[in-house]
């Protein structure tokens, strides 16, 4: 399956990125400062800002290549603590080989400040998205690329933990890459985070990274935060934006389901939203197994974008996602349901239907359906005893498992 998926998606063509502009092409900044010199490196605009870093548009002296240079941030002042965790992230990201990654050239130190430069690109998502949203399909083909990127980085035992549009560049064409891992932990071979840390906060962490126990998180962690760009992809937005910051945390942490995007944007493809929701799992083992598993759907979604519809879920599956979604409405159905069994119409109709069954078991002759006075509708699944208790028997198996 994750064979077909890199198939997929090594056939499907860059989505086309929105024009990006001469700006973010080449630089935040309309006029350059002055050039500078640092170590074997001309330093030209800034590109960006980061929490451990400043990235510049840079030029190697004697090769002329271009690269993008990431300083970091208060260079030989930085605590030892600091220094190692830049240098880490640089090397991880220099040991993975992957398309959808960034390629790091060179990892070094200059005038006692730690650098690392990678391949410079035309601009990133967050910029894209600033310009509109992209059609479903470039969505989920952007989300199919980034997701094979980050089960490679998984493959590898690094955990990224800043996946964020900010992070991920875009060349020319519109191809995707997963950049700065400066916040990546390694993962045990069973997925799970073998170092503490800090913890981040920010729209696209999960729930257990708001609680700051690094080792509590699971290569799942970083299922969700696809699911929070897939969802910006869908909607425009992320989840809780207009909430305060309390508030958003408050419901960040809670059990209650993310929004649904088709309450945002009412023509989502359903599939796409049932996928997107699916990483948005407030508990870790609802999420996908995987990335690769992710990227499966999203092949398989796009492979049959113009065909016939995927296979749908069971009916028991949408009703337990239902019922997870609108927990009062549920609770108020079951005690609904609960009244209609034991209301006296409820007893009526269960009595006049063991009356029927005996009459046609001593004539002979089949039951008629001869509705009386108190047959409704809403109690017509209880009329016989042996029904009543099926129901019975199904809604006890039902309100278990949710």
Not at 216 to 223: C, K, P, Q, V
Not at 280 to 294: G, I, Q, V
Not at 366 to 374: E, M, W
Request: aromatic share 8%; hydrophobic share 35%.
């Amino acid at each position: 399956m994750y064979a077909d998926a890199r198939a997929a998606a090594s056939g499907l063509g860059a989505p086309r990125a929105p024009e990006l502009g001469s700006d973010l092409r080449h630089g935040l900044c309309a006029m350059d400062p002055p050039v500078t010199q640092f170590g074997d490196y001309v330093l030209f605009e800034r590109l960006g800002r980061g929490g451990s870093g400043i990235v510049f548009r840079a030029q190697r002296v004697g090769s002329g290549e271009m690269v993008a240079l990431k300083q970091m941030r208060g260079g030989a002042h930085a605590t030892p603590d600091e220094r190692q965790a830049f240098l880490f992230g640089a090397e991880t990201a220099a040991g993975l080989h992957h398309p959808g990654i960034v390629r790091v050239r060179d990892v070094g130190e200059s005038d006692n400040c730690p650098f690392f430069t990678m391949d410079l690109l035309a601009g990133d998502l967050a910029a894209a998205l600033d310009l509109g949203q992209p059609p479903p399909p470039h969505a989920a083909r952007w989300m199919l690329q980034i997701a094979l990127a980050v089960q490679h980085a998984h493959s590898c035992n690094v955990l990224h933990r800043d996946l964020k549009p900010a992070n991920i560049l875009l060349d020319e064409t519109g191809n995707p890459f997963v950049s700065d891992f400066g916040s990546a932990k390694r993962l045990s071979e069973q997925g799970r985070c073998l170092e503490s840390g800090e913890g981040l906060i920010g729209f696209y962490v999960a729930p257990e990274q708001a609680t700051g126990d690094a080792r509590a998180l699971t290569h799942r962690a970083d299922i969700y935060s696809l699911g929070v760009i897939f969802y910006e992809l869908l909607t425009g937005q992320v989840p809780y934006e207009q909430l305060a910051f309390a508030d958003w945390v408050s419901e960040l942490v809670g059990p209650d389901p993310v929004r649904s995007p088709h309450e945002l944007e009412a023509n989502v493809n359903r599939h796409l939203e049932r996928i997107c929701l699916k990483c948005l799992e407030k508990e870790p083992s609802r999420r996908y197994e995987s990335a690769a598993h992710l990227a499966d759907e999203l092949a398989r979604v796009l492979s049959d974008w113009n065909g016939p519809p995927p296979p749908s879920e069971s009916a028991l599956s949408r009703a337990l996602h239902w019922v997870r979604r609108h927990p009062l409405r549920a609770a108020w159905l079951r005690r609904y349901s609960d009244w209609c069994s034991r209301s006296p119409c409820s007893r009526c109709c269960r009595r006049r239907g063991s009356k029927n069954g005996a009459r046609s078991k001593r004539t002979g002759s089949s039951p008629t359906a001869k509705p009386g006075p108190y047959s409704f509708s809403c109690v017509s699944l209880r009329i016989a005893r042996s029904d009543a208790e099926k129901n019975r028997a199904f809604e006890s198996c039902f309100w278990r498992v949710w």
